[in-house]
């Protein structure tokens, strides 16, 4: 997330050590769509354990760390029945001097005329590589910063991949370069909006990795007050799962991640879900964002009780999150 450093007063530093990088594509666990637990927190720390780890050398867009991590994705998708949005996975950045691509799979609905209208659902896996040492350390590892919401959206686009559940496509966009101005989002909004695409709503995930504390909902959203995704959200949760956190529009988050360019493009309702308030998570940008400081079972919750929402959003008889005047 591209948040202004001086929010941050204390450094916490963490050792890490390196977690050996091995492609998997496993599909076990079974989806216990019954129950309503869709992923546990075992498959989380699988997915986390691989992206975060010391081998892929915080995955700076441009750089060999992240090109391991885009294929583990492409991987990824193709194992969940995702077919590629492009003639491929990849959408290589045109506003960026190094090879650097978006990861684009796409789950078609299953309705004749919702399926013309699209949901995207995002975040950026890229984070800052190689930085100044601390005590030894020089990988930033970007554990929170995003594996967390890489691996949300993996985990949903597993879902919707496998069970087909969705009559409205819903589109799975990991975005590269965002630790480089948002440039990964800025492109592929514009790209799409090129294409004419009927965009409804695009759903950001960002620094989802730790639980907020002392709060009355789950997760908040940036953006709050600009629609009524929160009033949508929580009806198909049956629980005040989305708040308002008054730092993030302090701070001004909405126009701080990759929900934005969609938000400029396309004039959608377009917001970037959270559990980073600020009090919680003392390591952006450092290298002590490892994995070590996850909540794993946290963010199985986090995929468990959104699977829902997006499915009531996408099956819908009518869109019915708007923006407000």
């Known amino acids: ?24 594509t496993s599909v076990s666990p079974e989806i216990k769509k019954s129950s309503g637990t869709f992923t546990n927190a075992e498959r989380v720390g699988e997915i986390m354990n691989y992206l975060a780890s010391d081998d892929l050398k915080g995955r700076e867009a441009g750089d060999e760390g992240i090109e391991i991590a885009a294929t583990y994705i492409e991987n990824y998708f193709k194992s969940y029945h995702l077919k590629p949005y492009f003639e491929t996975y990849r959408d290589t950045l045109s506003n960026f001097k190094k090879p650097a691509y978006n990861i684009v799979g796409v789950v078609e609905g299953n309705d004749p005329n919702l399926k013309n209208e699209y949901i995207l659902i995002g975040a950026h896996y890229d984070h800052i590589g190689i930085i100044k040492p601390e005590n030894g350390d020089y990988i930033a590892n970007g554990a929170n910063d995003n594996a967390s919401g890489t691996t949300s959206v993996l985990e949903m686009a597993r879902y919707f991949g496998t069970n087909k559940t969705n009559k409205r496509s819903i589109i799975f966009a990991l975005f590269s370069a965002e630790e480089k101005g948002l440039l990964g989002s800025k492109h592929l909004a514009q790209k799409l909006k090129e294409q004419d695409l009927n965009l409804y709503t695009m759903l950001n995930f960002e620094m989802t990795g730790v639980p907020l504390q002392g709060k009355d909902y789950f997760v908040y959203i940036t953006g709050y007050d600009m629609s009524n995704l929160a009033e949508v959200s929580n009806r198909y949760a049956k629980e005040n799962l989305v708040g308002f956190l008054p730092t993030a529009k302090e701070f001004n988050l909405y126009q701080r991640s990759d929900n934005y360019p969609f938000h400029e493009e396309f004039g959608v309702p377009s917001h970037t879900f959270c559990t980073f308030d600020f009090t919680n998570f003392n390591h952006y940008h450092k290298v002590g964002d490892e994995n070590s400081l996850m909540d794993f079972g946290h963010m199985a919750t986090l995929v468990n009780k959104t699977i829902p929402v997006i499915e009531g959003i996408a099956n819908a008889p009518s869109q019915e999150i708007k923006l407000k005047e």
């Not at 929010?7 to 091995?22: E, N, R």
């Open 1 to 24: 997330m591209r948040i202004l450093s001086y929010v941050f007063t204390a450094l916490f530093i963490v050792s890490c050590g390196s977690a050996k990088v091995v492609q998997t």
